[in-house]
C-alpha cells in the first residue's frame, strides 16, 4: 500500500506543478483575475494534499488499513475538490456549463476534511505513541 500511496502522491505533485505552470502562463491570457485565483486553489489544495499523502506513505506507525482509508479519502476528494475547481474556474473556456457541478467541490472538501480526520484518530487511537507512566 505504501508504494501505491505514495506513487500517488508524486503523481498528484506532478500534475498539480503542471496545472500550476499551465495557470500561470496559458491561462493568465484567457482567464479573468477571479478566475485564475479559483483555479490556483485547486492546484493550492491539490498539492497540500500530495504533500500529505508522502507523509501518510511514509509513516509507521499507521496501520496499512487506516493508509487505505485515508488514501480513499483523499484521492477522492483531491478529484472531486480541486477537479471540479479547474472545471469551474475555467467555465467560460467550454460550450458545457460546469456549474451544474459546482455541488462536487463541497463534498471533496468534506472527504479531505475526513482524510485529515482519520489519521488524526489513528494517532489518539496509537497506544505506542502514548505510553503509559
Do not use: C
Amino acid at each position: 500500500m505504501n508504494k501505491k500511496i505514495l506513487s500517488t502522491a508524486t503523481i498528484l505533485g506532478m500534475i498539480a506543478i503542471i496545472l500550476g505552470a499551465f495557470g500561470a502562463h496559458a491561462l493568465k491570457k484567457v482567464l479573468s483575475v477571479e478566475q485564475l485565483v479559483t483555479f490556483e486553489t485547486g492546484v493550492r489544495y491539490q498539492m497540500y494534499h500530495a504533500l500529505f499523502l508522502l507523509f501518510v506513505g511514509l509513516m509507521n506507525d499507521i496501520t496499512p488499513k487506516i493508509k487505505k482509508t485515508i488514501y480513499f479519502l483523499v484521492l477522492t476528494g483531491v478529484i472531486l475538490f480541486s477537479g471540479s475547481i479547474y472545471l469551474l474556474a475555467t467555465n467560460d473556456l467550454t460550450s458545457f456549463d460546469f456549474k451544474t457541478i459546482g455541488f462536487l467541490t463541497p463534498i471533496g472538501g468534506l472527504l479531505l476534511i475526513l482524510g485529515w480526520g482519520v489519521l488524526l484518530l489513528s494517532f489518539i487511537n496509537n497506544k505506542s505513541q502514548n505510553p503509559k507512566k
